[in-house]
């Protein structure tokens, strides 16, 4: 199963609500997890079943979808949320792991 | 707090073994809640999975890596490890370790997420 993810990068303003989309080349159901990574540093969970907010993350991020197409939603943007933003299949089996190529969220 | 740290040689020659073991401290890596699993991230590129491991010492393969990959774990030591055989420099990269919980939603289990991830560590390819 193949993660595509869209746009690769993009570019917005503090305050923007901003949508990143997934792709999955066949359904997966809700199996799907998000994640933000600064340069630098470990990736860090957002999501997982596709719209579960893992402990500790703030609520403007949210995620939708099911089957072939998901989103990643910050509904108002801070300083902190400039970053590369990867999705990933979950539940496969046999376990193969596949991640989307990313899309870097860049300050206007 | 649970924190995972990786360790091993950042620079490997061509044709040699890569070698990384990730110590977890803070928690048991006995839990029969979890998996543990290795990723990768070649500068500049995205993320990888290699492989994963459940403390009974079920394995899991990336396809595209298994015939050279192999983990294990010592939950003496609350370890488990990477081992890459014949590496090129195409397998120079940041590799992190992480945890892997099965988590129930709605009644439904969920597993294959990382919940935690060690800081990472760059192991260069070169003679």
């Known amino acids: 199963i193949q993660l595509t993810q869209s746009p690769s990068s993009l570019s917005a303003s503090v305050g923007d609500r901003v949508t990143i989309t997934c792709r999955a080349s066949?359904?997966?159901?809700?199996?799907l997890a998000w994640y933000q990574q600064k340069p630098g540093k470990a990736p860090k969970l957002l999501i997982y079943?596709?719209?579960t907010l893992q402990s500790g993350v703030p609520s403007r991020f949210s995620g939708s979808g099911s089957g072939t197409d998901f989103t990643l939603t910050i509904s108002s943007l801070q300083p902190e949320d400039f970053a590369t933003y990867y999705c990933?299949?979950?539940?496969?089996?046999?376990?193969?792991?596949?991640f989307g190529q990313g899309t870097k969220l860049e300050i206007k | 707090q649970l924190q995972l740290q990786e360790s091993g040689p950042g620079l490997v020659k061509p044709s040699e073994t890569l070698s990384l073991t990730c110590t977890v401290s803070?928690?048991?890596?006995?839990?029969?809640?979890?998996?543990w699993g290795w990723i990768r991230q070649p500068p500049g590129k995205g993320l990888e999975w290699i492989g994963s491991?459940?403390?009974?010492?079920?394995?899991y393969y990336n396809p595209s890596l298994k015939s050279r990959v192999t983990i294990s774990v010592d939950t003496s030591k609350n370890q488990f490890s990477l081992k890459l055989s014949s590496v090129t420099a195409a397998d120079t990269a940041v590799y992190y370790c992480?945890?892997?919980?099965?988590?129930?939603?709605?009644?439904?289990?969920?597993?294959?997420?990382?919940?935690?991830w060690g800081q990472g560590t760059l192991v260069t390819v070169s003679s």
């Open positions: 491991i459940y403390y009974s010492g079920s394995t």
């Open positions: 066949q359904g997966i159901s809700s199996y």
């Open positions: 992480a945890r892997q919980p099965i988590t129930m939603v709605r009644g439904v289990r969920f597993w294959g997420h990382f919940d935690y």
């Open positions: 990933q299949q979950l539940n496969s089996y046999p376990p193969m792991y596949t």
């Open positions: 803070g928690g048991s890596i006995s839990s029969s809640s979890y998996y």
């Open positions: 079943a596709a719209s």
